[in-house]
């Protein structure tokens, strides 16, 4: 065999054993994420739990069952019951009987390291009011740890200050860290810490547990 043969043959073994001794490149973490797209059958589990009271500790499903104008319906099954309404940012407009007007909004996409926002929005079930306004801000790309796996998610930082109508003239402020996830379409984890003026502070977390995409 030729030499220039015998050369170009040694390299092509040398490149195909080298390559074959490194992992396939990771691909990079999103530097930004448009609004998720959602289809009937597509589901989610979470892990929730509460400090102040354990016995609202629970693992619950949300599973799409419609999709239209502009807003997505979720059953929810496991160790709750009823259903959810999201906007088309995956925010929450109805949770059982109440309501979020216009929504909890959360997210605002697009979403990238250092876009803020503020809303106002008002909290309702039966006679009971809320008024929240809240801060938000994507601090961070994290690589985040949950049960259903490790996600590269959006870190958004809140703070929201809120007042109801109720006799005791009830308010305070909540914190919370979420993380959302482009690969699934939903927040994957969540810390949050009620601080009222009056009463006990509540601190609450929810983790992602399990993911169904849609079928095909």
């Known amino acids: 065999m030729p030499l220039p043969t015998l050369v170009a043959s040694a390299a092509v073994a040398a490149s195909a054993a080298l390559g074959a001794s490194f992992p396939a490149p990771v691909p990079a973490p999103p530097t930004e994420a448009q609004a998720p797209v959602f289809s009937v059958g597509e589901e989610w589990d979470f892990e929730f739990t509460n400090a102040l009271d354990p016995g609202q500790n629970s693992r619950y499903t949300q599973k799409v069952v419609g999709v239209a104008n502009g807003q ?45 926002w503020s809303a106002s929005y008002v909290y309702a079930t039966g006679s009971w009011k809320t008024q929240c306004d809240r801060e938000a801000k994507v601090v961070a790309i994290e690589r985040v740890e949950t049960e259903a796996g490790a996600f590269d998610a959006f870190k958004i930082e809140e703070k929201t200050l809120w007042q109801s109508n109720d006799l005791y ?3 305070g402020v909540s914190r919370e860290t979420d993380w959302y996830a482009p690969a699934v379409g939903r927040i994957v984890k969540q810390e949050y810490q009620d601080l009222p003026t009056k009463g006990p502070a509540t601190t ?13």
């Open 72 to 116: 997505t319906s979720l059953a929810i099954g496991g160790g709750r019951s009823g259903s959810l309404i999201l906007d088309e940012s995956a925010n929450i407009v109805r949770s059982g009987s109440a309501s979020y007007s216009p929504s909890d909004q959360k997210l605002s996409f697009p979403l990238s390291v250092g876009k803020s």
């Open 169 to 171: 003239g009830g308010r």
């Open 204 to 216: 609450t977390r929810f983790q992602l547990t399990h993911h169904v995409p849609a079928p095909r």
